[in-house]
């Protein structure tokens, strides 16, 4: 074991798997020689050479084509897209072609593609540096939708994004990469390092996708969160004293609808937070979930807490970043009904 | 789908990589060597006719224009002739960019911007063009044509203001330093997406002509941005539709860390206009005057209506990519000394000199100068608020402007909100 941050982790992940098996490589912008923005892929060009972490030229839906191409002849691409806000130039891409081609050739033809991007705000990058459009992507029938909340789980989660045969949308909320945080952007730093899933297992470990993760029982409410959230969650609900289950995700496609529903159907109350905008986010489907699996044990509207329907902006990002005061609020809502 | 299927621990082949992987000019362990760039003499390309047809400026797509020689005089056909007084307008101009760059750069190293990128070394691009065109034509920047902005006279305190997201930004706080939205002086709204705005000036071009208005548009992106498909999109529409376009490619040799290697493919930028039946340009980006010639040719054609053109500007990127990145980490320090086309303020001052129409004096008392009114914009434009203690615009203000008339749902948004 090891203290690692999510950057490491990943980049442990990804060490783990182009050693084990020449098929898989890392693609992308600044990947190679500088070893990412984030420094996700420092040291795999030393380690492996340029035709293992290969740069590439500017243009997303170059890349990911480049990525299906690979994956239908026999290799398991890696992809980084520098920022979720640059992945839009590989829309069509991804959504007409890496997602559909298993569908669409009988079962022929197939890519193993694992597309990891960095995603979230509270870095003040404005809008084009800061968007969380998962629910874009789990919109679309193909492609599997993964965002870990720690170290452990982002290293566990990305190799078996990896190994996985099915493409898989990774995406990292940057905001965490350094350590947990807890929405109170005035407080020092925490390190991944003080927190024990910043504790990971060197070597190969899977964490399964498609399972979700209870990191807090109890039993008043359930809070549905992911990324970034999961520990403004936490934070909010130990700060205002609620006896709340917080359920961490980890995988939104293909969704645990059964740890889901037995939290809710336990509690009968459900908040459901996300950074991305509101309408059609994926906040939606779970409200939509949790009414029909859990509607005769519910005692309140489920909540929806989200970032607003505008633009992420440069100067009010605090104003839109889901709070924990935000958080609190919806939840008491939800505990007003007996 | 599970590792039983594809695992590395299964009997693999041992490949043998046949991949070409393109090369960098240089690295922090391996030296910059420019000595084997073709630098053709100054004065020795030919200026053809406006309305030379694609296919005879082979030469130009694959030479380098330059008018200025090493000894700061001005050679050839392309010498744009300009009179003292437009000049000494030119150096002010790069003078003024580099100051500004310089203050913005500190104010974000002490925390008081989120952000920041300068265009040191590439003055000459965003400056002698701005020059060249005429204040109706559309601009279409990217994040390292700020030089325009000065060109056509904004207020410094006005950018400063925008970078510091207060309350006298014009763009209400919404986007990052530095991405600049101007319509009083026909500057478009840059994006922090690359290369998108290429292909939209090409549009704008297209209904400057059906409107059979005299208007072009000029639009920029990187060597790096070359690679996007909107790129190919602008060349193809602009030559369908012969719109009065200049699409301009600034080679400043690198994209973050990545070389032009990458986005070359072996060639020069200009030479890809050839296959689209647009004239290619190259030109010497640190070369005032022929920036300017090269400009005004292009600008020229479009308006006797024979179309687009495009433009490569090859020059150095001296600066970091951004204030995110630190270039030592991928490429040698002393390269930009390395660099053989020098510097553009340098170049164009020895030309002034030479003419008896500068000085060393002067060139210092206006260096002083308008590191004062860095200052002074400055101070003042911290009176209208900061990043982090603001003021801002009203909180109320992140909800308009998403559609002309604010929807019913997010007017319940920001109620929640309390604003």
Known sequence: ???????????????????????????????????????????????????????????????????IGMGVNGLRPIVEIQFADYIYPAFDQIVSELARLRHRSGGE????????????????????????????????????????????DAKGLLISAIEDDDPVIFF??????NGPFDGDHHKAGQAWATHPMGEVPEGYYKVPLGKASIVRPGSDVTILAYGTMVHVAQAAVDAAGIDAEVIDLRTLLPLDTETIAESVQKTGRCVVIHEATRTSGFGAELVAEVQESCFWHLKAPIERVTGWDTPYPHAFEWEYFPSQERIIEAIERTLETD | MTSETNSGLKSQPQWQSRLHVPTASSRPDQPADFTKLDIPPAGAAE?????????QTR???????????????????????????????????????????????????QGNLSFYIKCTGEEAVAVAQGMALKSGDMLFPSYRQHGLLFVRGRSVLDMMCHCLSNSRDNIKGRQLPIMYSWKEGNFFSISGNLGTQFSQ????????????????????VGDGTVAAADVYHALHFAATYRAPALLNVVNNQWAISTPQSF???????????????IPGIRVDGNDFLAVYAVTQWAAERARQGHGPTMIELYSYRVASHSTSDNPDAYRDKTEAERWPLGDPVERLKQHLINLGEWSEEQHQALEAELKDEMTASWKEAVKYGSLEEGPHWPVSAMFEDVFKEMPAHLRKQRQDLGV
């Open chain 1, 172 to 177: 990292e909320p940057k905001r965490i990469y």
């Open chain 2, 59 to 109: 030469e130009l797509a694959y030479g380098l224009v330059r008018v200025l020689d090493d000894d700061g005089k001005a050679l050839g056909d392309w010498n744009p002739q300009l009179d003292a007084d437009t000049l000494r307008q030119g150096l002010r101009h790069m003078l003024h960019v580099r100051a500004y760059d310089e203050r913005m750069f500190r104010m974000q190293r």
């Open chain 2, 263 to 277: 986005a070359s493919t072996g060639t020069t930028f200009a030479a890809r206009a050839q296959g689209f039946n």
């Open chain 2, 201 to 220: 000036s090409v549009g704008w071009a297209m209904a400057s002509a059906y409107k059979g208005e005299d208007h072009v548009s000029s639009a920029w």
């Open chain 1, 1 to 67: 074991m090891a203290a690692l941050n999510m950057i490491q982790a990943l980049n442990s992940a990804m060490d783990v798997l182009i050693e084990r098996d020449p098929a898989v490589l890392v693609i992308g912008e600044d990947v190679g020689y500088f070893g990412g923005v984030f420094r996700c892929t420092e040291g795999l060009y030393e380690k492996y050479g340029a035709h293992r972490a290969l740069d590439m030229p500017i243009a997303e839906g170059g890349i990911v084509a480049t990525a």
């Open chain 2, 47 to 55: 200026r053809p006719a406006t309305d030379v047809p694609a296919e």
């Open chain 1, 109 to 152: 033809y197939s890519a193993p593609v694992t597309i990891r991007t960095p995603c979230g705000g509270g870095i003040r990058g404005g809008q084009t540096h800061s968007q969380s459009p998962e629910g874009v992507f789990t919109h679309v029938c193909g492609l599997k939708t993964v965002m870990p909340s720690n170290p452990y």
